[in-house]
């Protein structure tokens, strides 16, 4: 008998192919998330250093051209801090899609993986069973040479 051939090797391969692709995708997507927060969580420490300075100074006592200079600072800080939980909330939202993508590619390949495995167990059986065949007529062959 012949060996076994899966139809959808091809298939399974290119499956195999995208599922890596898009595993590769998802853990640049992870890396820039990670990025994205660590600059998020460093604008907010600015914002918060800043707060703290301009608290100290308004203890200490400062003109009203400082006051609107620590002013105009801290909503830039704000805005910055603004614009990088933007981007944070962007690249999570991309992040999710690639897992999503990953999930569906992992789900596809894996069907494809069991109806191989399916039919490798399907070939077995029939060879086991030509097998069978074979030793059975071999020995009804030698036992009617035998008795003739």
Do not use: N
Not at 35 to 45: G, I, S, Y
Not at 104 to 121: F, N, P, S, V, Y
């Amino acid at each position: 008998m012949k060996r076994f051939q899966f139809q959808l090797d091809p298939v399974l391969s290119y499956k195999q192919q995208t599922l890596d692709m898009l595993m590769s995708e998802l853990s640049e997507a992870q890396m820039l998330a990670a990025a994205q927060e660590e600059a998020r969580d460093r604008a907010a420490e600015r914002l918060a250093e800043y707060d703290a300075e301009f608290a100290d100074k308004r203890e200490m006592g400062f003109t009203i051209l400082e006051a609107m200079e620590y002013e105009s600072g801290q909503r830039v800080l704000e805005q910055r801090l603004q614009r990088e939980q933007q981007l944070l909330d962007q690249r999570r939202r991309e992040l999710e899609i690639k897992r999503q993508k990953v999930v569906e590619a992992r789900q596809e390949t894996h069907a494809i993986e069991k109806l191989k495995e399916i039919r490798r167990g399907e070939y077995d059986t029939a060879v086991a069973k030509a097998e069978e065949k074979a030793i059975d007529d071999l020995t009804a062959s030698r036992r009617s040479m035998a008795a003739g």
